[in-house]
DNA sequence: TTGTATGCGTTATCAA
DNA sequence: TTGATAACGCATACAA
């Protein structure tokens, strides 16, 4: 077995007392013996145990990150800043992905809770739902320690959100499309989560505020968006009833089907039909031509979250809710006047 | 603070070591009163204590991950997969990114292993360097626990590697390039990892036995591959000395790129100009047209490398190494024949 | 099949 | 500034 505290302190000469107190950082040490213990501890590559440190401290210093699925393109990077973030504070990250079933939602937010994790982050906003006893589970979890939101909200006790205004950013854009020379504007998505639903209602509004009814407008894909060939037969299929010379997409990949489907129709980017998509992640300037998109400011948001966060574990008064504004990145699929 | 073992006994009527048996599924307990305490456990929620747990068991079933950077989406991906296999083995995932600097990687590597984690995982090649002395905290963290290799290899004692034959799909695609009616063929890489290197190998091989001299159109990129405009510049600035109507390259975002020098060209892909990707990411669907690339089968790695792992954990004789085999994924931006 | 008693490696309280 | 000792909550060897 590897070394104890006990040992430590005999080697040093001290009691195992002292050598925690080393340990944790103790300031009323004399520091001649505290040097000699920690020449010690180096000297055997000492380690204290981890289990009996959580026992003593009541934490490990671990965060549970919580995510439907962290390969998706922009959880995935989600993921990264905050366990970046994390780890620059001195915690660890215990990463479970959910999948999108209720069920498995709640039941992997019990089984980290156990583990004891300071704190659970919920990343992307599918975990919470529009009826108050499908998010039970998280207001009886933000009794047992803060609960983090990213990309959504929920006013309970102990919970705090990070996020994106999507709704007037997609508004805008849509105000924007409207007023373009493609005003034909169609909106597709393919997710109701807490966040899709604000989006789908940022591009109603602007679309009611012309008299139109925007319920015409909006389409729901259900399917991998990652398919796209799938999304591109989905917009064709749109295509036989409605028209349209421009599409504002819920995600980067629906966008990039929309500019296949431009170029199988033979249509000119951006002179006759213009792409916007959402994210601004890494396809934007893959595809060809490079995508339009929204910036959803994930990487200050992840900064918020994490830092909201220490000043709550260290009892400090923090904001409930932090509330980013989006910004348009325009590159060669739209042509807005300045 | 919640309920304990003794907490449960009292309740059940019985001692804290047949809640203990019931707990851990021994099957020495009368089965109407483990019913009974069951019953206690449901009703009253009862959690066990995961740090007094761990500490007499020796292990909290938790499996640390590392990797230099899960926002890249290969790593994402793998990192995704790996932590479903280990879910559904009960196992949980302590992740933790690492960046390039190889302190960095030492020090974490410690860190997370002084956290009782029961394995380490490491995805990705960055973490074996050519240096025995640089990959000797590998061998020490050996010494601890089992360390699991994603697409790398390493001889040492307790290390088990699951990875692609890289070499021999890069040299076969390269072959099958040279007796293509675009044989001009360049390599562009960005990473001398391990597998960087096989891949880099495999294309040397093909291009040395026709009589040239392979480090002639081997081309290394040093910068961000996300960066579309710089690889293509990085492009441009070769086509100044080389000519080439093919590009190979080492990742999928730098075969994009070059499909961007082509279109700024004007170069017909694939009659003209043919381009292969490496990963088969999504990336080879949303680019246009879309892309020719190598799949390094990710997933059956993964699941083959958990699997390996659980045996190691239940003291089987598991294979050292396991290789799978790459396979071209042809799409838009290549034309051999069948 | 069940219960008792001890150990696990820390932290923290109290006394010196 | 230090040391002795009692928790912490569970697993388990041993006894019954």
Do not use: W
Not at 52 to 64: D, F, P, Q, V, Y
Not at 86 to 111: P, R
Not at 144 to 151: D, F, I, Y
Not at 253 to 276: C, H, N, R, S, T
């Amino acid at each position: 077995m590897s070394l104890t505290i006990y040992d430590i302190s005999e080697k040093a000469g001290v009691s195992i007392a002292t050598v925690s107190r080393v340990l944790n950082g103790a300031t009323n040490v004399r520091s001649s013996t505290k040097e000699k213990i920690l020449k010690v501890i180096e000297e055997y590559g000492y380690a204290p145990n981890a289990f009996a440190r959580g026992m003593g401290l009541h934490s490990l210093k671990t965060i549970g990150i919580l995510c439907v699925d962290s390969s998706d393109i922009y959880l995935a990077k989600a993921v990264y800043y905050i366990e970046q973030d994390l780890q620059a504070n001195g915690y660890e990250s215990l990463l479970c992905c959910t999948g999108h079933q209720v069920d498995m939602k709640k039941h992997y937010l019990n089984l980290i809770l156990s583990k004891k994790v300071d704190s659970i982050i919920l990343v992307g906003s599918y975990f919470i739902s529009n009826t108050e006893e499908d998010n039970d589970y998280i207001r009886q979890a933000a009794k047992k320690v803060p609960v983090m939101l990213l990309n959504a909200s929920a006013d309970y006790d102990n919970v705090y959100c990070t996020l994106c205004d999507d709704y007037s950013s997609t508004y805008d854009v849509t105000v924007k499309m409207l007023n373009s020379d493609t005003s034909d504007v169609i909106y597709i998505y393919n997710s109701e989560s807490y966040s899709g639903l604000r989006k789908l209602g940022g591009f109603s509004e602007a679309v009611n505020g012309i008299g139109k009814n925007a319920a015409d407008y909006a389409f729901k894909y259900n399917g991998d968006i990652y398919k796209t060939e799938d999304v591109t037969a989905f917009l064709t299929e749109i295509a036989k009833t409605h028209r349209f010379n421009s599409v504002i997409a819920s995600e980067d990949a629906l966008a990039i089907a929309a500019l296949k489907y431009a170029a199988q129709k033979g249509l000119k980017v951006p002179e006759d039909f213009e792409v916007i998509g959402y994210n601004n992640s890494v396809l934007c300037s893959c595809s060809t031509p490079s995508l339009t998109s929204i910036d959803n400011k994930l990487e200050p948001m992840t900064h918020q979250l994490v830092n909201t966060l220490m000043g709550v574990l260290n009892g400090q008064e923090m904001p409930k809710k932090s509330l980013f504004n989006g910004s348009l990145v325009e590159r060669e699929t739209t042509s807005f006047e300045k």
